[in-house]
């Protein structure tokens, strides 16, 4: 089952051409979208379900700089600001709040850990504080666990996928962008070398520009077009409950379960670092290049064959534009839930917070998180077909980033001074043959 989402209307006409076009209307597709209409160009979103349909909407709701990578702490940073100007910009609320991030530990290592990044953070403008037992003890009084410390980040953020990336598609409309839902991309056209235009569903958008913003779906679109990106599947699993007594205002990591406050007075929770990975052609194309982030993470992934599997052999990856693509077969990836984590999630929680023992669980499900090798996304030109840029891959943090994403890939289209260095972000680092390695901390 899906989530509930806020829908937005669709615009009515296909524009013959547009400066920029945007493929995917998740919350990186949106925000460029936002950020490229802001820079004076016309731009068009294709999106082949609905706006925020996908992992935008089925992620956990956190805004954190507390954690990322040192990589990624400056686009976090950044986010959290846009967080804020694009949700007043928009006048509709994306649940956007600066309640802080906890995380706790009963890990003497895994503290040593946060102090380290800690310190880290520090010199990038990131304050974060490391709490003593007793000062745990005093933010969660009702909590039976015994820690060993934790790690708090005030200035860190919740949103409400549901009503996040709407409202963000409200705010880039407002500002001229074109959005065509049920409308899939099937292919690029290239004249001269270069891309000359987008060929949809629904007809040919003629433009010198093409953002992929497209998840779970990247990859294949690439292959179609002879273009290497390593990208693996992880389906995912959450729930939210039924209102609760609030143990925080904010969010909440722990060893086993985590959680996010919620505007309608519930949590959303999930197991930490839990998932299935799909197999899939593609995965063991790119298995050499995976097996370091598989041996870091294995002992919470499980491993599936299912349809797609099939799918993907059967299909190929040469399809023809003026026949249905496999982006019209599957308009929403919709995983089943598993069931079992969301049952051990719910009693952990419980356990640890006896003042929550009422509590059920209202609703639960699945979505598909695009992971790279190195768990750094891809937003850059792509050099073996000017024109075309990436900004996917986002390893499970693409919404709490997305805003500063979005930003910095429309500077990298329109060939502007960049928001943060975008170096760590490159293309180029997927395919040059060099060996990655996990680079998150935790």
Known sequence: MSPPLNRINSDERLPAQ?????????????????????????????EKGHVGGEQSSRNWGWCRQQGRAREEIPLAREALRLWEDMQNDAGVDAGFRRTGVLFLTKSKDELASWERWAAVAREMQVHSTVLTPAEVAERM???TDK??????????????????????????????????QGCAARGLETSGGKVSAVVTEKGAIKTQAVLLSGGAWSSLFCRRHGIELPIGLVNATACRTTPAPEITS???????????????????????????????????????TFWPTYLHRKNGLKLSVGKSFFDQIVRGTGWSFDKPSPFETERVRDPAPDMSLVNAAMASLIKANPEL????????W??????????????????????????????GHGFGIGPAAGKLAADI????????????YSHKRMIDGRRLAPVSPF
């Open 18 to 46: 547009a400066d920029v076009v945007v493929i995917g209307g998740g919350v990186i597709g949106v925000s460029a979208a936002y950020h490229l209409a802001r820079k004076g160009l016309s731009v068009a979103l294709v």
């Open 250 to 288: 904010g969010a909440l990591g722990t060893d086993l379960y985590c959680i996010r406050r919620r505007l309608d007075g519930g949590f959303t929770l999930a197991l930490r670092n839990r998932g299935t990975v799909e197999l899939s052609p593609d995965l063991f194309r790119y298995a050499r």
């Open 147 to 180: 820690w060993v410390g934790g790690l708090h980040t005030p200035s860190d953020g919740r949103a409400e996928p549901s009503m996040a990336v709407p409202a963000l598609a409200t705010a880039a409309r407002k500002h001229g962008v074109t959005i065509h």
């Open 357 to 364: 023992k009422d509590i059920e669980i209202a609703e639960a």
């Open 366 to 395: 699945g979505g598909t998180i695009d992971c790279t090798p190195d768990t750094i996304p891809v937003i850059s030109p792509v050099d073996a077909l000017p024109g075309f840029f990436l900004a996917t891959g986002f390893s």
């Open 413 to 424: 289209v329109t060939n502007a001074t960049p928001l943060v260095d975008p170096a760590a």
């Open 141 to 143: 009084p009702g909590n």
